[in-house]
């Protein structure tokens, strides 16, 4: 089973941006996500990837400020996070799908890193 490593979070202030880096064990052909979870809330989708990178997808909630990305060769994916916002505030996971039509649901996916705190102060 892959293992994913997430880094780059911390504190910025609202407009400000973060990239956030996830680093897997291994090789994976799977597409990967990446959620958030804010306290006293569900974890939620964010924006997922396939494995060629011809394909993403975004929460509404982050279109035009997010953008994922993956370096196949570095087994790693990528959050450009843009425009912050205090509510995008959370802990940010990435995960690995369970199949190749894994697009948005947390339960299609799986190997769930340990996370990133991501506080946008206002």
């Known amino acids: 089973q892959v293992q994913l490593v997430e880094s780059g979070g911390g504190l910025v202030q609202a407009g400000g941006s973060l990239r956030l880096s996830c680093a897997a064990s291994g090789r994976t052909f799977y597409p990967m996500g990446w959620f958030r979870q804010a306290p006293g809330k569900e974890r939620e989708f964010v924006a997922a990837?396939?494995?060629?990178?011809?394909?993403?997808n975004y929460a509404d909630s982050v279109k035009g400020r997010f953008t994922i990305s993956r370096d196949n060769a570095k087994n790693s994916v990528y959050l450009q996070m843009n425009s912050l916002k205090p509510e995008d505030t959370a802990v940010y996971y990435c995960?690995?799908?369970?199949?190749?039509?894994?697009?948005?649901?947390?339960?299609?996916?799986?190997?769930w890193g340990q996370g990133t705190q991501v506080t946008v102060s206002s």
């Open positions: 995960a690995v799908g369970l199949t190749f039509s894994s697009w948005s649901a947390p339960a299609d996916f799986g190997s």
């Open positions: 990837i396939v494995w060629s990178g011809g394909s993403t």
